[in-house]
């Protein structure tokens, strides 16, 4: 789950998109509606023993990295 804590006055700055990379390649973007986004199952298809790199970019009104989040699966 993501929400931003700005105040309303300023929405540019409200989270505007969430970009979702697998082993550092895109796989999907996510739209937050008005500054938040419930909580997402997303299906990754894990290949043999191999890890998967998964990174979390949220990104604000005017296309700033306001948060990433990373984790191996």
């Known amino acids: 789950t993501a929400t931003s804590k700005i105040q309303p006055p300023d929405h540019g ?9 697998v082993n550092d390649r895109p796989y999907k973007s ?6 938040s986004i419930q909580a997402r199952r997303i299906a990754v298809a894990k290949r ?4 998967v790199e998964l990174r979390l970019e949220a990104r604000d009104g005017t296309n700033n990295l306001v948060a990433v989040h990373r984790r191996t699966l």
């Open 13 to 21: 700055k409200n989270i505007s998109r969430i970009d979702v990379y």
């Open 30 to 35: 996510l739209d937050p509606k008005d500054g």
């Open 48 to 51: 043999g023993s191999r890890k």
